[in-house]
């Protein structure tokens, strides 16, 4: 009796563990099944939904799919984000713009919705995209704005392609240039020391460790690099982590700062930019900007942006349209 009654208790702990597995399997799919519809939310036409006017696009140029926003009427102005982030950086000023002009704001190559493909992340093939694509629109000379690494791809736009350049906007960041390789392998004071621009010129490794991960160090740049955290919404901050878990998203990402050497010898060559250009940065980034910018835009102002950090766009939107809207009439 006594074996027979371990048998039964066996048996009983077997049927137990089989049924949490089933259950466990069955929570997991539910979960999966949660989060493919928690990410709808932060889907492309999800996000154009909440911004009357505008509508998603996508084109093939040079070689590669790019998905685009566009909205509004008047002359064209071209938007280009940064790293971390994607179109949706620009969506507090969008509206704004739109009522005098036709703008189109872009995720370039490696970025978002558009391809990710092996190379051509050089900032002067970058500029060449950006080119085709206004081309193929047909708007004739555009005016064209650009933070962080759109910043870059900004200024190689109007420095290789002035035919089509009207005015450009740098927001808080400066072309690739030798003063790179002077950069501090360790702290020297600065307020926040620019380890990944070092981290993101190694192959393979990143994708590795921050695939599924990639939001930790989004959360990491943006609170350090915003004087107000809140700027950059909980909303916001799942938009771009949803557009950089992947390991072909931080691959592609990581290209644009891997083509720096080639992007310090290319603007060496180009030439000096005379299309008007108005400059906005942070207090941090006013001190780089004025010694920078000269070296290759003539017809240069410098506007400084108080209470804020890295992402002006965030934190002093009104501010910034209003000086970008004030600066294209």
């Given at each position: ?62 070689g ?19 790293w ?93 240039e ?8 360790l ?15 190694i ?5 590795d460790?921050l695939?599924?991960r990639?939001h ?114």
């Amino acid at each position: 009796m006594e074996i027979k009654n371990k048998i039964i208790s066996v048996l009983s702990l077997i049927v137990i563990l089989l049924g949490f597995e089933g259950y466990a399997q069955s929570s997991k799919q539910m979960t999966s099944k949660m989060i493919t519809k928690e990410n709808d939310k932060y889907d492309d036409e999800y996000l154009v939904s909440m911004l009357p006017g505008f509508k998603n696009h996508h084109q093939n140029v040079n070689g590669t799919k790019l998905h685009y926003v566009s909205g509004g009427t008047g002359s064209t102005l071209i938007l280009l984000p940064g790293w971390p982030q994607t179109w949706w950086s620009y969506h507090k000023i969008m509206s704004n713009l739109a009522k005098y002009h036709k703008v189109i704001v872009i995720d370039y190559r490696g970025m978002g919705s558009s391809e990710k493909p092996a190379g051509g992340y050089s900032k002067k093939n970058m500029a060449a995209d950006i080119a085709s694509l206004i081309r193929s629109l047909g708007p004739g000379k555009v005016s064209v704005a650009g933070h962080d690494i759109g910043a870059n791809v900004a200024i190689s736009f109007a420095g290789n392609y002035p035919e089509l350049t009207e005015k450009l906007i740098v927001l808080d960041t400066q072309h690739p240039e030798e003063d790179l390789y002077k950069l501090p392998m360790l702290p020297v004071g600065l307020p926040v020391h620019p380890w990944w621009v070092a981290f993101n010129q190694i192959k393979d490794l990143p994708e590795d460790l921050l695939e599924g991960r990639f939001h930790i160090v989004q959360q990491w740049i943006f609170d350090q690099m915003l004087v107000n955290k809140d700027s950059i919404s909980e909303f916001d901050r799942h938009v771009y982590a949803r557009a950089y878990e992947t390991k072909e998203a931080i691959r592609a990402s990581n290209g644009w700062y891997q083509a720096f050497p080639e992007d310090i010898q290319d603007i060496k060559h180009m030439k000096m930019i005379e299309a008007q250009t108005l400059a906005l940065g942070s207090p941090n980034s006013i001190p780089m900007l004025k010694a920078s910018l000269p070296n290759y835009i003539m017809n240069l102002q410098l506007k400084e942006i108080e209470n804020s950090g890295h992402f002006i766009l965030e934190e002093q939107p009104a501010e910034v349209a209003n000086l970008i809207s004030e600066f294209l009439k």
